[in-house]
């Protein structure tokens, strides 16, 4: 991604409510991988950066991101996110968002990836869709501050930055893609109330069609979450997310844009575990 010098949504764009959308030159918009590999920076602008940020203002509130870690044993040793052997959640909301995760890190590390994957999906941007999403990852106290942001924030004149219309669709014969695929997990910080989880994140974003000013790219990230304990789930209290890591870009062969709507339409998600 490309945000100039500061990259975090906590602060930056995000902070400010400001951002800047550069759309790629036409032509050869699925053509040599190498040179969509040197315009990704321009493409993901218009899409991950304008949609983090946006979260990020609206989730701004008073400035006051901290949560309390009244109680804290202190920050745990971090290590490498490694399978479990426990199986996933297997409640949902009426919103189709896992929840029910278990009292302890793992079940922390599992609602941060999960929660990780809605907040950059293409449902946040729909106005029907946008506040069952809030009221089911957003702790209470938050949620009603909250929905009326996004709800400013998210514009008609926002969704036309990334080629929606008002009601978060896509063109007739177009697919708007926002997927999210965490990598791997890391709690910086827990108690048995309170939990920070790291999320590393790769994901495609971006409009099918051919004629699209923004194809669809891949991006690399990472979110921190602030989770807090609640009604006996974890909620998101706040959340930032910065660049990277990113590895090297490989020399995959560049899909059609029918090919990535294909995909898009016949492949679903996961319910995402420690």
Not at 228 to 237: I, P
């Amino acid at each position: 991604m490309s945000l100039g010098d500061d990259h975090e949504s906590s602060g930056g764009y995000g902070g400010t409510g400001q951002t800047r959308t550069r759309l790629p030159d036409s032509g050869d918009a699925f053509g040599d991988p190498r040179r969509r590999s040197s315009r990704s920076l321009v493409t993901v602008v218009g899409v991950v950066v304008l949609l983090i940020a946006a979260i990020a203002f609206a989730n701004r509130g008073d400035g006051d991101t901290s949560s309390s870690t009244d109680g804290s044993p202190g920050k745990p040793e971090t290590s490498a996110t490694a399978p479990s052997g426990k199986r996933p959640v297997t409640a949902k909301s009426a919103a189709g968002i896992p929840s029910g995760f278990a009292q302890d890190q793992e079940g922390a590390e599992s609602a941060a990836a999960n929660y990780a994957v809605v907040l950059v999906s293409a449902d946040i941007l729909k106005p029907a869709r946008r506040p069952e999403i809030v009221r089911q990852v957003f702790d209470a106290g938050k949620v009603s501050a909250l929905e009326k942001n996004l709800d400013r924030v998210y514009s008609k004149a926002f969704l036309e930055k990334v080629g929606l219309d008002a009601n978060g669709d896509a063109p007739k014969g177009s697919t708007y893609v926002s997927r999210t695929m965490p990598v791997g997990t890391k709690v910086t910080d827990f108690s048995d109330s309170t939990a920070t989880v790291e999320v590393w994140c790769t994901g495609v974003f971006g409009m099918t069609g051919e004629s699209s000013q923004n194809p669809v790219t891949n991006d690399w990230f990472t979110m921190t979450l602030q989770l807090r304990w609640t009604d006996g789930d974890w909620k998101v209290d706040s959340f930032s997310q910065k660049e990277g890591p990113a590895p090297v870009n490989g020399d995959n062969r560049v899909s059609t844009s029918d090919a990535i709507s294909k995909a898009v339409e016949e492949f679903g998600g996961f319910t995402y575990a420690r």
